[in-house]
């Protein structure tokens, strides 16, 4: 049999692999994304009560990013996985079941990667929130506006600008973390790739190929923030 030339490998042919790469990088940008959204959920809560938390809450905050920051990705992987697995067989043999209960791996991937997510984005949004100016919040509270209305209308919206630069780095980590969901068995595009090559006994075609999609991702990731970046920045660029 004639062996398969790169493009015909990675076409879209009968013999080709190109929907099934396709498909896994559109798993690796949701597992990514989801994840991405679980991390500025946490991370926001954790920026609050770093910067306006008693001392108990402080220092639980504090605890939290260090640790998280502090420990291997893998293991946080590991630990929802097997921990979570391990949670389901004890619940499950109350009610008779037997053997190894999953969870989901895409669930549990998304979750672990924004645990570790919000730990960064928690000090990206603790920083940007140090530069927006006291005077405006100053002003706000002289005029009687309540907490609410003033995060949503002046805080919130200049965290924001502030933390895009920092918030485009955690989501390109976010995408590199991702590849780590490939050991609970979720077909992602670092998974598929390892199953293609390991079909085909061509590792370096599809390994290549999957850093060639990493890097699209990773170039129109760069591009979207930047214009966000932009954008966010217009009124000011303006005022000077």
């Given at each position: 049999?004639?062996?398969?030339?790169?493009?015909?490998?990675?076409g879209?042919?009968?013999n080709?692999?190109?929907?099934?790469?396709?498909?896994?990088?559109?798993?690796?940008i949701?597992?990514?994304?989801?994840?991405?959204?679980?991390?500025?959920?946490?991370g926001?809560?954790?920026?609050?009560?770093?910067?306006?938390?008693?001392?108990?809450i402080?220092?639980?905050?504090?605890?939290?990013?260090?640790?998280?920051?502090?420990?291997?990705?893998?293991?946080?992987?590991?630990?929802?996985?097997?921990?979570?697995?391990?949670?389901?067989?004890?619940?499950?043999?109350?009610?008779?079941?037997?053997?190894?209960?999953?969870?989901?791996?895409?669930?549990?991937?998304?979750i672990?990667?924004?645990?570790?997510?919000?730990?960064?984005?928690?000090?990206?949004?603790?920083?940007?929130?140090?530069?927006?100016?006291?005077?405006?919040?100053?002003?706000?509270?002289?005029?009687?506006?309540?907490?609410?209305?003033?995060?949503?209308?002046?805080?919130?919206?200049?965290?924001?600008?502030?933390?895009?630069?920092?918030?485009?780095?955690?989501?390109?980590?976010?995408?590199?973390?991702?590849?780590?969901?490939?050991?609970?068995?979720?077909?992602?595009?670092?998974?598929?790739?390892?199953?293609?090559?390991?079909?085909?006994?061509?590792?370096?075609?599809?390994?290549?190929?999957?850093?060639?999609?990493?890097?699209?991702?990773?170039?129109?990731?760069t591009?979207?923030?930047?214009?966000?970046?932009?954008?966010?920045?217009?009124?000011?660029?303006?005022?000077?």
């Amino acid at each position: 049999m004639q062996e398969l030339s790169y493009f015909e490998l990675i076409g879209f042919g009968p013999n080709g692999w190109g929907w099934a790469l396709l498909t896994a990088a559109g798993m690796t940008i949701a597992v990514a994304f989801c994840g991405f959204l679980i991390g500025s959920v946490i991370g926001t809560l954790v920026a609050w009560a770093k910067i306006g938390g008693n001392l108990v809450i402080r220092g639980i905050a504090d605890g939290y990013t260090t640790v998280l920051r502090g420990i291997p990705d893998l293991l946080v992987i590991y630990l929802f996985y097997f921990g979570g697995s391990a949670a389901l067989g004890a619940i499950g043999s109350l009610f008779g079941a037997e053997g190894f209960i999953g969870v989901p791996a895409f669930a549990t991937g998304a979750i672990a990667i924004g645990i570790v997510s919000g730990a960064y984005q928690a000090e990206v949004f603790r920083g940007a929130y140090q530069v927006v100016s006291r005077g405006e919040i100053e002003a706000a509270r002289s005029v009687g506006m309540h907490r609410g209305l003033m995060f949503r209308r002046i805080i919130a919206p200049q965290v924001l600008r502030y933390a895009i630069p920092g918030l485009g780095n955690t989501w390109q980590l976010v995408l590199k973390e991702s590849a780590l969901i490939s050991v609970t068995g979720l077909v992602e595009l670092l998974r598929q790739s390892h199953i293609a090559a390991g079909s085909t006994r061509r590792p370096f075609d599809f390994y290549i190929t999957a850093a060639i999609l990493y890097l699209i991702i990773t170039w129109a990731s760069t591009y979207l923030f930047q214009r966000a970046e932009s954008h966010s920045m217009r009124g000011m660029r303006r005022a000077a």
